[in-house]
């Protein structure tokens, strides 16, 4: 059984051909758009935000693996 994902280049969000995502996969899909959403401030270290954009950013590539995912423990940034 093969899962084919195609990307949207436009909204950049995941699309699952031929069955519902799950909530594991929502969550995923979220959590890729927050850190692309988020891309541009990476390169700007004199932003007064830098460090906390960037310690969000890590949450966010922490949170799959972490107790409770994806119901529980959804990032935020401060």
Do not use: C
């Amino acid at each position: 059984d093969t899962m084919i994902t195609l990307m949207n280049t436009d909204t950049h969000k995941m699309e699952t051909a031929g069955r519902l995502k799950n909530e594991s996969e929502k969550a995923i899909e979220w959590r890729n758009s927050e850190l692309y959403a988020t891309d541009w401030i990476v390169p700007i270290a004199d932003h007064p935000q830098h460090s906390d954009y960037l310690l969000y950013r890590q949450d966010l590539r922490d949170w799959p693996q972490s107790a409770g995912f994806p119901a529980e423990n959804k990032p935020a940034l401060d």
